[in-house]
């Protein structure tokens, strides 16, 4: 047992699992003593078939333990597509083989068995387990979350990337997978993950796979070691070359959601309850017994930063930054009246959050820079005002939770309009709405924006005071921070 004492730690050789279950005291003990048991021959019966496992996948010839033949099922579909080998479904394979274990020694509320980032969950009716994803291990930090509940059909995530313990073809830092099992998401996100590429790129260092592991399984083949910095258009380029080959996965109901990150950048394929999304077609929801809403389709962003220096006046001591970022998502509700819309609020959240989190990065980095805030949507001309009020939640959370204990409401604004409407975007002081040397707007738009079934929403912040401020009032520096007023 690890010293917190619930979870257990086994590890033999290359595999290292973290468990725990969730249930009765005795139900949980059982289930550890069973997962050990059964951990004890798994690695010899993986050695005995290793030949087998690391030889092109075959659907003539199939292994015979369980593990192994867990390991083939996943890679079965890619196949006589691609050169693919059991090895790519290895550590989910094994994660579901003790699971499998688990659940069969005892009834547990929730368990969740992590080979190393591959990770087979279980969740009973109305329980639920919520995953953190990284994309660089050398530099661990959240950049999403994903909720996982009993009805959502997920048995397992995985994540592939070049920076991960295994190598990859592709220049993916990290590719998330969810599926119906961890070793159908662990195959998955190797196929995705090498698909996110741009091949002869000279920014992309690689080495033959035996050069630096002499047994690889991947023989020869390039795999990458290093990536230099891109620009925006080939980070675009590698993540939708990804991104198209997680929603064909998608289409044949081989995965129900994907994440893709590249230097800072993310895009998203699925449905589940909580992923971040990106699709430019919505998957049936209801085919795969999912509750959703529809997806969230992202057809363009555009991030602005403006850097005051003077109003006419003196030069300011300090410039101030105002920044925007837009998101031009597709409306599923325009051109007809839907009663119940407000679920998709919901679902705009991780976008608000990768919103929030690219508009301050665009001001410098700092979540401590930021002084004033504000939001707003255009919403085009086949939908309704109240489609853009959908923005008010995701969008003011989105905000308060990458800025911290910002206490004031966010501001905001709405209207109906067609490609290049501008909106004027009030911004008030992140944590006391009556600070008058922030009252501050800033004019957003863009050109092609929104089509009639589409919404523009837009996140806004700034750095500090107007430039050249000076009619009094409540001050920052004297800001209460009770009521997020004074």
Not at 366 to 386: F, L, N, S
């Amino acid at each position: 047992m690890l010293p917190d004492g619930r979870r257990l730690h086994l590890q033999d050789g290359p595999i290292d699992l973290v468990i725990q279950a969730f249930g009765e005291a005795t139900a949980v003990a059982k289930t550890y003593r069973a997962a050990a048991e059964r951990f004890c021959d798994l690695l010899d019966e993986l050695c005995a078939e290793l030949a087998l496992l690391r030889a092109p996948a075959d659907l003539l010839r199939r292994p015979t333990g369980p593990v192994a033949r867990r390991m083939h099922g996943a890679v079965a579909p890619y196949a006589e597509e691609i050169f693919i080998t059991a090895m790519a479904a290895v550590a989910g394979a094994v994660a579901d083989e003790i699971l499998a274990t688990m659940n069969g020694a005892a009834d547990l509320d929730r368990a969740f068995v992590n080979n190393g980032g591959d990770i087979a969950v279980h969740c009973a009716p109305g329980r639920r387990l919520v995953a953190g994803m990284i994309d660089r291990p050398d530099r661990p930090s959240l950049y999403a979350r994903v909720k996982i509940g009993g009805a959502d059909g997920v048995g397992g995530l995985a994540t592939s990337g070049w920076r991960g313990r295994s190598f990859s073809l592709g220049i993916a830092d990290a590719v998330t997978v969810l599926a119906g099992d961890a070793a159908a998401a662990d195959a998955a996100a190797t196929v995705i993950a090498n698909a996110v590429d741009l091949p002869g790129n000279p920014a992309i260092h690689r080495a033959p796979a035996n050069s630096i592991q002499i047994d690889s399984d991947l023989g020869d083949r390039p795999v990458t070691r290093a990536v230099d910095a891109l620009d925006q258009a080939d980070k675009n380029a590698a993540l939708e070359a990804g991104l198209r080959r997680a929603e064909a996965l998608l289409g044949r109901g081989l995965i129900l959601g994907a994440a893709l990150r590249l230097q800072g950048e993310t895009l998203a394929a699925g449905a589940c309850s909580g992923f971040p999304r990106y699709a430019p077609h919505p998957p049936n929801c209801k085919a795969r017994g999912l509750p959703c809403m529809p997806d969230v389709i992202i057809r363009k962003r555009l991030v602005s930063v403006e850097e005051i220096f003077h109003e006419g006046g003196p030069l300011a001591a300090k410039p101030l930054k105002r920044g925007a970022i837009v998101a031009v998502i597709k409306n599923p509700f325009a051109g007809r009246y839907v009663e119940e819309i407000a679920g998709f609020m919901r679902d705009l959240e991780p976008l608000g959050l990768a919103m929030a989190r690219a508009l301050v990065a665009a001001l410098g980095g700092d979540p401590g820079a930021v002084q004033g805030y504000g939001k707003g949507a255009i919403v085009g001309q086949a939908g309704e005002i109240e489609h853009g009020a959908l923005w008010h939640v995701p969008g003011g959370y989105a905000m308060r939770e990458i800025l911290g204990d910002a206490k004031a409401i966010v501001p905001s604004t709405k209207k109906v309009g067609g490609p290049g409407t501008r909106l004027d975007i009030p911004v008030t002081h992140i944590n006391a709405s009556y600070v008058r040397s922030h009252f501050d707007a800033m004019e957003v738009g863009v050109s092609d924006a929104p089509r009639a079934d589409e919404i523009a929403l837009a996140l806004v912040m700034t750095t500090g005071a107007r430039v050249h401020e000076r009619l009094g009032g409540l001050r920052a520096a004297d800001i209460k921070g009770e009521d997020g007023l004074r």
